[in-house]
């Protein structure tokens, strides 16, 4: 006989997992008495359960295997919605487990209850309340099933304290049979073939793609059709890495802060292969002007994406990497073979197309002005990827640096830039490097982030001191909200609603002090103002065999730019200071 917390701990083995993060509280003690019998997970004790869930999506996305956070119920389970939500909008896949009151005292405002089953249902792929004890081993083999196949995406188990400490004779289910969910789609050649003809036809083709060819594993069939068909890439954010950035044939990131080069080609194209992507606004600005001169050919493995945002010529339902996988084939007996050249104007398939996108570029690289003393966020971040080599998994808050982090760092594999894309979690950042740095010790994992980004989970530099994550940070500190502040400078005439970080009673003051609240961690820190001694200090940050902040103080006058304003086009790109708008829009 197994109590059901035993019971959900041997299922968790069962699934392979190795690391939970996991708050305890009245409502999940029981869960946590088991886990300290396992012999093969390790249990991380996040100060704050919103930094759990972060951790765990850290973990998640840098593995692609399912990440797992445990909360006790009421306002521990609440904590985990930020989390749940982050991970339903990037479809990452996670496995939240929150404790529940008993089950008899359910719906009647017992102490801490809290019905996150009704909460999460719009934020979650699946989620599930346990209402039997014999139900666990199938449930959370479900759980793990649904959040990893198809489309991933978080699952969470509400479990009742009685049910926790029932008892019954487990049966753990060797496969799991749900009716109505097939992650299974694979594209017919019908639609392949018709795809390959639209590709003969093309004089101006592009790839946009998404995190969908990170999710499915297909970043070397992606780089295979690449090169067969001599068609440049272009990434969203969360696609950033599955295409490497370095290569001739990648235009880096397209969208608000994107590439000037990759928005006008994306949107000139004739044709767009649009492949694991949702048409996100901040890619698309105005949806009825992008890509509307185009044949829009749309490949994803979840149906209700086709034609959601934007109708397409030609749907495609599939998983990605299968439909890559074929196109190559075909393309092979078509007698396309790979071809690799050290310069986009080299490549012989569509050299007019080469020519305009080698001359947008050109015109329209990543820019900033760099000064002699004051260090320039963009440069500290260039600086960062020079003494990294670019092999580093990086991090982000959500903010400026954010945008500087995926324009300045190259990323030349999948899943080495982690950030929140879609529900834009300011305090990711950090608590997501010790979730990274936790699946890939020997890795330097390093949280590029904001002064405000990073203080809204300061607290987990507890648990990356007393585990020993040698989780790294660098704080790009303005003392300001920057991108609200930047959005104040271009539409509300530079009127500050409330964007001042710092101390108002003191203006010549840092605050908070990093340097203080590190050394109440433990936590060893330097603050730096001097271009002169950055490089000096980030190196010593990345030799740091423990966690470590480098307090990079920066100007808050800069903007991330290009910028596309929010519901405008690509052609009203502001580039370097020219303002093409007389008004903005809401965030």
């Not at 295979?224 to 990648?250: D, K, N, W, Y």
């Not at 529900?423 to 890795?443: E, T, W």
Request: hydrophobic share 40%.
């Amino acid at each position: 006989m197994m109590s059901g917390a035993d019971i959900l701990v041997a299922c968790l083995e069962r699934e392979g997992v190795d690391t939970i993060f996991a708050y305890p509280g009245g409502a999940s003690m029981h869960m946590h008495q088991a886990l300290t019998r396992s012999k093969k997970i390790r249990t991380f004790l996040p100060r704050h359960e919103q930094g759990g869930g972060f951790s765990a999506e850290g973990y998640a996305r840098a593995t692609g295997k399912a990440g797992v956070v445990m909360a006790t119920s009421g306002p521990g389970a609440t904590n985990l919605v930020t989390c749940i939500a982050d991970a339903y909008l990037d479809s990452i896949p996670m496995v939240a487990i929150t404790g529940q009151v008993p089950q008899h005292m359910i719906g009647k405002g017992a102490f801490q209850e809290t019905d996150v089953f009704s909460v999460t249902a719009q934020v979650v792929k699946h989620n599930y309340l346990v209402m039997d004890v014999n139900d666990l081993p199938r449930i959370v083999k479900e759980a793990f099933h649904i959040a990893q196949t198809g489309r991933p995406g978080p699952v969470l188990i509400d479990i009742p304290k009685n049910i926790q400490q029932a008892t019954t004779r487990p049966v753990f289910p060797a496969e799991v049979k749900l009716r109505g969910y097939d992650p299974v789609r694979r594209a017919d050649d019908v639609a392949l073939n018709e795809l390959m003809g639209l590709i003969e036809q093309a004089k101006k083709p592009m790839l946009y793609v998404g995190g969908g060819v990170i999710s499915g594993d297909a970043s070397e069939q992606l780089k295979e059709f690449a090169l067969r068909t001599q068609i440049p890439v272009a990434s969203t954010l969360m696609g950033i890495g599955c295409f490497p950035e370095t290569h001739p044939l990648s235009l880096r990131w397209l969208g608000m802060h994107g590439t000037v080069y990759a928005n006008n080609a994306v949107n000139e194209a004739d044709l767009l292969l649009a492949i694991g992507v949702r048409f996100d606004d901040r890619v698309t600005g105005k949806l009825s002007e992008f890509a509307k001169h185009g044949t829009i050919v749309h490949i994803d493995i979840d149906e209700s994406e086709i034609n959601k945002n934007k109708v397409v010529k030609l749907p495609i339902l599939s998983d990605v990497k299968y439909a890559l996988e074929r196109l190559n084939t075909l393309l092979d007996r078509a007698g396309k073979k790979p071809v690799d050249h050290s310069k986009l104007t080299d490549f012989k398939q569509f050299p007019e197309w080469y020519a305009q996108i080698e001359a947008w570029t050109e015109q329209y690289p990543f820019y900033y002005e760099d000064t002699p003393d004051v260090i320039q966020p963009q440069y500290a971040i260039e600086l960062l990827y020079e003494l990294t080599k670019g092999d580093a998994i990086i991090t982000t808050g959500v903010g400026q640096h954010q945008m500087w982090a995926g324009q300045f760092y190259k990323y030349n594999t999948p899943r080495s830039f982690i950030s929140s894309a879609g529900l834009g979690s300011m305090g990711f950042g950090y608590p997501a490097a010790i979730g990274a740095k936790v699946a890939f010790p020997d890795k330097q994992v390093v949280d590029i982030d904001g002064d405000g980004s990073f203080l809204m989970n300061v607290q987990e530099l507890a648990l990356a001191h007393v585990e020993g994550i040698a989780a790294k940070a660098m704080i790009l500190n303005n003392q300001w909200l920057g991108m609200v502040v930047q959005w104040e400078d271009r539409f509300y005439g530079s009127n500050r609603g409330h964007t001042f970080l710092g101390d108002p009673k003191d203006l010549n003051r840092i605050y908070p002090d990093y340097l203080k609240i590190c050394e109440g961690f433990g936590v060893p820190v330097e603050r730096v103002i001097h271009k002169k001694d950055l490089r000096a200090a980030m190196q010593r940050m990345l030799d740091s065999k423990e966690a470590y902040v480098l307090d990079v103080m920066v100007p808050h006058t800069e903007h991330v730019l290009p910028m596309i304003p929010s519901g405008a086009s690509y052609k009203e790109v502001i580039y370097q200071g020219r303002q093409k708008l007389e008004a903005g829009s809401g965030l």
